[in-house]
């Protein structure tokens, strides 16, 4: 029996189980609305060590090792990890897999990386190739602050329209069998571009992507916009989180439970993050900080995750590309 629906989405057959998540977040991160929901708060950028860079890897180790933890496994039990940042060569998870010792696909999906790891993982579960999989993201406002834009020391002001990378780290366990929370669907996205240049509105490069992936979500599965409790996007910020409610509402769809990662992991009034965070470690954050939590107390029955990516670079800016976005859903129920 075919497992796929419509052009983009997987259904399947034996939803894996969510077994333990684990997260970790910068000092920034802990003082926002979600803060009392982490596994771990640090007020030191460098996390006891010596670069941000390290600091980065070794926020994957300890969200890998809580998710494990809550999973009551020892990292033994995975047949593959799938993970990725922000960096060059995503240097900070192969560290923190290199020091993890596990199997590892290493993944590069900009913000969206949490979802399409997530998504992976499930497949891999849910066609038999493995029993144990885990998932993890993250990102540092230093590290990331560094590669794409100037050094921190430089100080220069930020436009309206940017985002706070989130300085955050979550991880998931994935089994066959548990009580759950459960992966049910995962839609593969497609790449949208609507040519904007301006690497400081990622929120509207990827709105577009975000936008096709929700609607064909919706369209593969035969599900209206109100079968979820929750659709959550990440991390579009509070521009791109705007631009996709009016796509939608254009086609007559009002997506009253709609709403952004980088819109819940600040105070958007409080907190001088602009437009809201951003950054692999954000939608893994508040995913591992607050919607597990949800789905397992039964606060939330189905949650659409869906995580966006502006796929751009120094090097591809420079040379005057465009930013190109991308998003992949996945679909998390409280029971199966």
Not at 70 to 95: E, P, V
Request: proline share 4%; charged share 15%.
């Amino acid at each position: 029996m075919s497992k796929k629906l419509g052009r983009q989405t997987f259904a399947l057959a034996c939803p894996p189980a969510v077994a333990g998540w684990g997260s970790i977040v910068g000092k920034k991160e802990g003082e926002g609305p979600l803060g009392p929901l982490f596994d771990r708060i640090s007020t030191d950028s460098y996390f006891g060590e010596k670069t941000w860079e390290k600091a980065e890897s070794v926020m994957q180790q300890f969200a890998v090792t809580r998710a494990l933890e809550r999973a009551g496994q020892a990292a033994s039990c995975l047949d593959a990890l799938f993970g990725g940042d922000l960096m060059n060569q995503c240097i900070a998870t192969g560290y923190a897999a290199r020091a993890l010792g596990v199997p590892f696909f290493g993944l590069y999906g900009a913000c969206s990386t949490m979802a399409e790891g997530l998504g992976l993982a499930s497949l891999l579960v849910d066609g038999g190739f493995a029993a144990w999989t885990a998932a993890v993201a993250s990102s540092h406002f230093c590290t990331a602050e560094r590669q794409y834009r100037m050094p921190l020391e430089y100080g220069g002001q930020r436009t309206p329209t940017a985002q706070w990378t989130a300085t955050a780290s979550g991880a998931v366990v994935l089994a066959q069998n548990g009580p759950g929370p459960y992966v049910t669907h995962v839609t593969a996205g497609k790449i949208c571009d609507p040519g904007i240049k301006d690497a400081n509105n990622m929120g509207a490069a990827m709105a577009p992507a975000a936008y096709d992936t929700i609607r064909t979500h919706l369209a593969d599965t035969g599900r209206s916009s109100s079968f979820y409790d929750l659709i959550v996007t990440g991390d579009l910020g509070k521009l791109g989180c705007s631009l996709v409610t009016e796509l939608f509402r254009r086609d007559g769809v009002e997506l009253s439970n709609y709403t952004d990662c980088g819109v819940l992991l600040y105070d958007l009034e409080r907190q001088d993050v602009h437009c809201g965070g951003s950054g692999c470690g954000c939608s893994a954050a508040v995913l591992t900080g607050r919607l597990l939590g949800e789905l397992q107390a039964g606060t939330l029955q189905h949650v659409l995750f869906c995580g966006t990516g502006a796929l751009h670079s120094p090097v591809s800016l420079g040379q005057g590309e465009s930013v190109p976005g991308i998003c992949h859903a996945v679909a998390l129920a409280a029971a199966r």
